[in-house]
């Protein structure tokens, strides 16, 4: 007896990422995140729209390349810059059509930078305010005639 192998038998479960996103659909789900100041993953919106996962994750990589919602760490995203900055459907759209010939690669590295940015934004406003800290506390040691370089 001999199998056949079908269309459907073989890679079944398994999610291409070819799937085409319904962007209307992609768009509001993104702004009820956003009304709501939701975080979300790429597995909910994949879920709120009947898309496959995989599309969803790469069309959310884009949409943070280009600014639209921002990425918090792994698989968290946050749609707000996109209800701040007033996008409509047909911007998300645009943005969403103009990327598809971009490199992946380089979306992905942009994602990166804007992250290390923001760490470097955020390590810098932790080093003021220790050096703000150091001052306030000099400057007490100085108005009680308290030298700090000398030895208790």
């Given at each position: 007896?001999?199998?056949?192998?079908?269309?459907?038998?073989?890679?079944?479960?398994?999610?291409?990422?070819?799937?085409?996103?319904?962007?209307?659909?992609?768009?509001?789900?993104?702004?009820?995140?956003a009304?709501?100041?939701?975080e979300?993953?790429?597995?909910?919106?994949?879920?709120?729209?009947?898309?496959?996962?995989?599309?969803?994750?790469?069309?959310?990589?884009?949409?943070?390349?280009?600014?639209?919602?921002?990425?918090?760490d792994?698989?968290?995203?946050?749609?707000?810059?996109?209800?701040?900055?007033?996008?409509?459907?047909?911007?998300?759209?645009?943005?969403?059509?103009?990327?598809?010939?971009?490199?992946?690669?380089?979306?992905?590295?942009?994602?990166?930078?804007?992250?290390?940015?923001?760490?470097?934004?955020?390590?810098?406003?932790?080093?003021?305010?220790?050096?703000?800290?150091?001052?306030?506390?000099?400057?007490?040691?100085?108005?009680?005639?308290?030298?700090?370089?000398?030895?208790?």
């Open positions: 007896m001999s199998m056949k192998r079908n269309a459907g038998g073989r890679g079944m479960g398994r999610d291409s990422g070819d799937t085409k996103i319904d962007r209307a659909e992609l768009y509001r789900a993104l702004m009820l995140r009304d709501g100041n939701e979300f993953a790429p597995a909910d919106i994949a879920q709120a729209i009947g898309s496959a996962e995989a599309s969803v994750s790469r069309a959310l990589l884009v949409l943070t390349a280009e600014g639209v919602i921002e990425k918090l792994a698989s968290r995203f946050n749609a707000t810059p996109m209800k701040e900055r007033g996008l409509t459907e047909a911007d998300v759209t645009k943005c969403l059509s103009t990327a598809v010939a971009r490199d992946p690669k380089r979306a992905s590295d942009l994602v990166e930078l804007q992250r290390l940015k923001k760490n470097n934004d955020e390590m810098r406003r932790r080093l003021l305010d220790a050096i703000g800290e150091r001052d306030r506390y000099l400057a007490l040691l100085k108005k009680h005639n308290i030298d700090p370089a000398e030895a208790p």
